[in-house]
């Protein structure tokens, strides 16, 4: 069994994330020892690994908890994971079409502008309505 700063050094999460997944009961409370310290079993330790595992992937906590719980479940529909996957996918083509269209204005603005020493600047009139 691991303290929080042991858990929180071998999973890459911070002490503050570990415990806001137990307040907001992402995962359960660990238990504690007589001086009242979190000790964290292997198994906590496994979920906090799936936890950063799926932030990494960019699932938001709603998310990763779904997945936790499909995770631990042996009866799960292997349907019901993709069907998380394939929404996250769907999002993030969504921002990342969002991000190309920003980036192409962007540079489309910036190839307007001289860049020498007069005021006048079309990247500063793009954004004056």
């Not at 699932?59 to 990763?64: D, H, I, R, Y």
């Amino acid at each position: 069994m691991l303290s929080i700063s042991q858990a929180a050094k071998v999973t890459g999460l911070s002490v503050k994330s570990i415990r806001h997944y137990e307040q907001i009961g992402l995962i359960s409370a660990p238990p504690r020892s007589s001086n009242e310290y979190r000790y964290y079993p292997e198994s906590l330790i496994k979920q906090l690994h799936f936890i950063k595992s799926t932030k990494d992937a960019g699932f938001n906590l709603k998310e990763s908890k779904a997945l936790l719980n499909l995770s631990e479940d042996n009866e799960r529909s292997s349907a019901d994971v993709k069907e998380i996957a394939l929404q996250k996918i769907e999002e993030l083509e969504a921002r990342i079409k969002q991000q190309q269209t920003l980036l192409a204005s962007l540079k489309k603005i910036t190839k307007q502008c001289h860049g020498d020493k007069t005021a006048s600047c079309p990247i500063i009139d793009a954004f004056v309505r």
